[in-house]
């Protein structure tokens, strides 16, 4: 039951599971840094927090390939968006967005391809081979898109060394395989550079740090302890390799919904 696992994979979600996994413990804290910010437009965020999360992992189970399709785009959007907040710039918004969320996803999925889609399989069926073939497609979108985004680093200093840290992500990418590659960049660069912005809003505009503190102490918590309950219980059928997979990545598509139309609809138009 434990052959799948390595140490590196060990590693990894380990990283993921309680670095990565709970940062969007923070959105508590977020919502009522936006307006939910009585108990009953709380209770209120909640509810719909948990509603999209439950509609998610439905989802996923029902339609495994479209759910891991959406994922992907939406993971791409949030961490490209990320990544450009982080440069506070107002311009090549698009660009960069597009180039670091399109670089992060198809970067890791090019240089470990094989072990990729064997997680994918993991995560839906082996029908998703058959898009194996066609990945070519977003491979040379993401290339063009490194392309353009060194041309406008001549232009704008600041890209500069945007352009160094994306040479850096697709050494690891190339180093480690794709469990580590992700949480590496998920761990160490999206969660800190996410919580930088957000922890520097929410306690010059939160006069409640009592609450900043505790709501996401209890999220924290709830987090890793439904994801162990989880686990354990996929586990009765399923190898640990496998749960950890299932349990990390559809959680985490189900939280990134909720937490993306979060941050970066309603967070980003106030805290640009």
């Not at 339609?63 to 311009?91: E, R, V």
């Not at 470990?112 to 082996?126: A, C, H, P, R, V």
């Not at 990418?173 to 912005?197: M, N, Q, R, V």
């Amino acid at each position: 039951m434990l052959a799948d696992l390595t140490i590196l994979n060990i590693i990894s979600f380990f990283l993921i599971f309680f670095i990565g996994l709970p940062h969007g413990s923070f959105d508590g804290a977020v919502a009522s840094l936006v307006g939910f910010n009585n108990r009953v437009q709380f209770l209120k965020f909640i509810f719909y927090y948990l509603v999209l999360f439950f509609l998610v992992i439905l989802f996923w189970l029902y339609f495994p390939i479209f759910g891991l399709s959406i994922f992907i785009i939406m993971t791409i959007i949030h961490f490209g968006l990320c990544d450009w907040t982080n440069f506070k710039i107002n311009q090549y918004k698009y660009s960069v967005s597009f180039t670091y969320g399109m670089t992060i996803i198809f970067g890791i999925i090019f240089f470990n391809e094989n072990q990729s889609f064997l997680i994918f399989k993991y995560l839906t069926n082996d029908k998703i081979y058959i898009f194996q073939k066609y990945f070519f497609i977003p491979y040379f979108l993401t290339f063009l898109s490194i392309i353009h985004f060194i041309y406008l680093s001549l232009f704008e200093k600041k890209l500069r060394k945007g352009v160094v840290e994306i040479l850096f992500f697709l050494l690891i990418f190339y180093l480690f395989d794709p469990l580590l590659s992700f949480a590496i960049y998920f761990c160490f660069f999206h969660t800190y550079k996410h919580l930088k912005h957000l922890i520097k809003n929410i306690y010059l505009n939160l006069n409640n740090k009592k609450f900043v503190i505790y709501s996401t102490l209890v999220f924290t918590v709830i987090s890793w302890a439904g994801g162990l309950g989880i686990v354990y219980y996929l586990f009765q059928n399923l190898s640990l390799y496998e749960s950890f997979l299932k349990v990390i990545f559809i959680g985490l598509a189900a939280l990134t919904l909720p937490h993306m139309l979060l941050v970066d609809v309603v967070y980003r138009k106030r805290f640009q």
